[in-house]
């Protein structure tokens, strides 16, 4: 038996390009990064040693406002 369509040709679908190859930082850049984040550590560090509630340590709670600390005073 004779067909009346034809059959459909295949859709041919190309392969992905493949993903850019990421630049190695040379050995001035590494270091230079990672002395960067050294330091952004070590300001954190320091901030969240002194800073320990929303008034921080160096700022003390001002004398108006005596209010209760404990549940029991």
Same mark, same amino acid.
């Given at each position: 038996m004779? &067909?009346?369509f034809k059959?459909?040709?295949p859709v041919r679908?190309?392969?992905p390009a493949p993903?850019?190859?990421p630049a190695v930082? &040379?050995?001035v850049q590494a270091s230079t990064?990672? &002395?960067t984040e050294t330091q952004a550590r070590v300001r954190r560090g320091i901030q969240?040693?002194?800073a320990? &509630?929303?008034r921080g340590v160096l700022a003390p709670a001002p004398a108006l406002f005596a209010r209760k600390s404990l549940l029991g005073d």
């Open positions: 004779a &067909s009346l059959a459909p040709k679908i190309d392969p993903p850019p190859v930082p &040379s050995a990064q990672a &002395s969240g040693t002194i320990t &509630s929303e």
